[in-house]
């Protein structure tokens, strides 16, 4: 059994992920359309919230992979602090365009539910709050990778911001229900809770939910990929000056 | 170290700007404030506390791009980086003459410029206490971003992008403690919580900014 | 890998007459030397661009560096000065050993010279500037500020920082740009007292000093420009 290293080696990940990628765009293309199909035109209706309910399939599955995707971020950050891997770098960087998108997603999604449900696009609910200071986080983590020219400074820096960004987004989240009680319906999934929703709703949300993570996978795994042949072609374009 | 303190506090008094600069901007802030909500004192006086904590926030911010970049471009910054003062030491230190040279008069001035927005009486003590006890996280933190950016050309936004989300559970703590104290409710837990993200934030951060600035002087 | 021949300098190694020893000497690990490089591999950025560099400076030597523009000359005293991290290789010398002067001369225009050379020596940790002064001829300029004088001025200001410092390896690039003749003889005077306390230099430096026992190492043989061999997204190409 190989190392699990190895799959830091830009030639072996490469290898892998063209492996990877078709079964896992695959996989999260079928979960998507078996859980969005499923969940939109053969589950009831809420009856409190109607129709309106469904819209549930999008925004809690990309607002779970929002958050996740910052996770992973961080990971790889570590993982690039600590062993000096190269792809995990580049991972984290793939990460967080795809980290932000979720985050718009899970934002306009709920904006597009709270208005028939509370009548209002917005509010500064602690946890409608903390996905836009999530989104802010994106924001400053993309454009720091994008304004420094040496790829390896700006993966030690941003890696840096991310270990801190964390400590501070988890500070703010803490802050902002203290600052504001809030309207948001709790978690709709918790491991602890006893029933989170009734299952006609429960199976089809799962899918979608493994939908997302697997969609998630697959464009970290593509866009990874490309951030490798940019930094070969970069190699490559640099050893020509140097010639 | 305190030679580090001293020198940057002399070229703050003697190139200008240094103390002047972010009290002047804390001021027309405040100024232009009724201007935007209207002259009511009712209004002003709720969102007092809010205004009064914003505009020291983004008088902190003005500043920020200016801690290491003057350094980095005459060198001083390589030649520091090869003495016995530790990285971690010169970021400590630079956070403190920024904090003295701007969190402090904001501090100072911050009870006049109360009265302007008719902030109500009893938030005064709480008004200067939180901004005590919170300015110096935000120069801390400040510090960090500027260590992260100062190899970057006109950092001066990017600088403002990623330390503004950084600042928010501060702003939330200390606004809050100003908005009770003005209520007459407890203010005490709010400011004992920012004084806990200030501790942290000096105990961490200059660590964090030591490490960013190796990356960016290699 | 790396077409620069590995050619390796050895100085003459001159006896303990040293007056000041670093304490890696004392310890024995540097073998009487002050500084003492091997097989030094340095990159800017992306790029290799020197490997296989050997040399040792003795205490009361000099190392002159040579080569083309842009050989590498910079990039070597950065890696001996501890700013970048070498790729490949070692460099002995004792942690505090090296003071740095770069091209930029590292003044605050507000300052004046005597508070530029007090801020240093308490950075360093020292008390007096006074040696620095009476080398550089400094004292009539004293109460100047740094941002009115001449670049020639500057410049002697920043190197008088060299001996504030207390350090034995000076690790000088290019230190004698806009200095006019009489303030390289200065310098050069600088230079040689330092060397004869015990200490050593390695300036890299287009013009003749005119050191005792100054060796010169060209580095042209071993500039080796590729893309650093640590970058994986560059395998099977250097």
């Known amino acids: 059994m190989a190392s699990f290293w190895e799959y830091a080696n830009p030639r072996k990940f490469m290898a892998t992920s063209a492996f990877l990628l078709p079964w896992t765009a695959g996989i999260a293309a079928l979960c998507l359309v078996t859980g969005l199909v499923w969940g939109f035109f053969f589950t009831p209706d809420d009856f409190r919230q109607g129709s309106t309910v469904k819209i549930i399939y999008v925004h809690v599955p990309s607002a779970i992979m929002a958050v996740n995707a910052w996770m992973m971020m961080l990971v790889a950050s570590l993982i690039w602090v600590i062993r000096r891997h190269h792809v995990s770098a580049l991972a984290a960087k793939a990460a967080a365009p795809v980290g932000l998108v979720f985050t718009v997603i899970a934002l306009a999604t709920g904006a597009l539910w709270g208005q028939p449900m509370w009548g209002t696009w917005w509010e500064w609910d602690p946890r409608l709050t903390s996905f836009l200071i999530l989104f802010l986080f994106y924001l400053g983590y993309i454009a720091l990778w994008e304004a420094i020219d040496n790829p390896d400074s700006a993966a030690d820096l941003t890696a840096v911001l991310c270990l801190v960004g964390s400590v501070f987004a988890i500070i703010s989240r803490y802050a902002l229900v203290f600052w504001n009680q809030g309207l948001h319906q709790g978690a709709t999934l918790s491991l602890d809770a006893e029933q989170n929703i009734a299952d006609v709703f429960w199976y089809p949300l799962v899918i979608a939910l493994a939908g997302f993570g697997f969609l998630f996978l697959a464009l970290v795994l593509y866009r990874t990929q490309t951030e490798i042949r940019a930094r070969r072609l970069k190699a490559l374009i640099a050893q020509e000056r140097m010639a | ?218 | 890998m790396g077409n620069g021949r590995r050619v390796t300098k050895a100085p003459p190694l001159r006896a303990t007459g040293a007056t000041r020893l670093p304490l890696g000497a004392a310890l024995g690990y540097l073998r009487g030397m002050n500084l003492r490089v091997t097989d030094l591999a340095c990159a800017r950025g992306p790029a290799q661009i020197l490997a296989g560099v050997s040399f040792a400076v003795a205490p009361g030597q000099a190392l002159i560096l040579r080569g083309a523009n842009g050989a590498g000359k910079t990039t070597l005293l950065r890696t001996l000065a501890g700013l970048t991290p070498p790729l490949a290789g070692r460099i002995e010398a004792d942690p505090e050993a090296i003071a740095y002067a770069a091209h930029a001369d590292g003044l605050k225009a507000a300052l004046s010279v005597a508070e530029n050379l007090a801020f240093w020596a308490r950075v360093f940790g020292r008390t007096t500037t006074q040696s620095a002064i009476e080398a550089f001829n400094l004292a009539p300029l004293l109460d100047r500020r740094a941002g009115e004088m001449s670049a020639g001025q500057k410049r002697r200001l920043s190197l008088a920082r060299l001996l504030v410092t207390g350090r034995p390896v000076w690790c000088l690039d290019e230190p004698t740009v806009s200095l006019d003749a009489e303030n390289v003889a200065r310098f050069a005077a600088a230079v040689r007292a330092h060397l004869a306390d015990g200490g050593s230099a390695v300036i890299a430096t287009h013009i003749d000093l005119g050191l005792p026992d100054a060796e010169t190492l060209d580095i042209t043989p071993f500039v080796a420009k590729v893309i650093r061999a640590d970058d994986p997204f560059a395998e099977g190409l250097a």
């Not at chain 2, 030679?3 to 070229?11: F, K, S």
């Not at chain 2, 700007?17 to 006086?45: K, M, N």
């Not at chain 2, 970049?69 to 403190?96: C, F, H, I, R, Y």
């Open chain 2, 1 to 218: 170290m305190i030679g580090l303190l001293t020198r940057d506090l002399t070229l703050a008094i003697r190139a200008g700007g240094g103390f002047g600069l972010s009290l002047a901007f804390f001021l027309i802030f405040t100024t232009l404030v009724p201007f935007g909500v209207g002259p009511q004192t009712a209004i002003l006086s709720d969102i007092a506390p809010g205004i009064l904590w914003l505009g020291a926030l983004l008088a902190c911010l003005l500043s920020l791009d200016r801690i290491f970049q003057l350094d980095w471009e005459d060198g001083t910054l390589d030649l520091v980086a090869t003495s016995p003062v530790p990285l971690e030491g010169l970021a400590a230190m630079k956070a403190l003459a920024h904090w003295i040279t701007t969190g402090l008069p904001l501090v100072v001035i911050s009870p006049a410029l109360g009265v302007l927005l008719n902030l109500e009486p009893p938030a005064y003590p709480w008004l200067v206490a939180s901004l005590a006890l919170g300015t110096p996280a935000l120069s801390a933190i400040g510090t960090f971003g500027a260590a992260l950016t100062v190899g970057v050309k006109r950092g001066g936004l990017l600088v403002s992008l990623l330390v503004l989300p950084l600042y928010i559970p501060t702003l939330i703590f200390g606004a809050l403690c100003v908005t009770r104290g003005a209520a007459g409710q407890d203010a005490l837990t709010p400011l004992i919580m920012m004084g806990g993200i200030t501790m942290g934030s000096l105990a961490i951060l200059p660590f964090a900014a030591a490490a960013a600035l190796r990356v960016n002087l290699r």
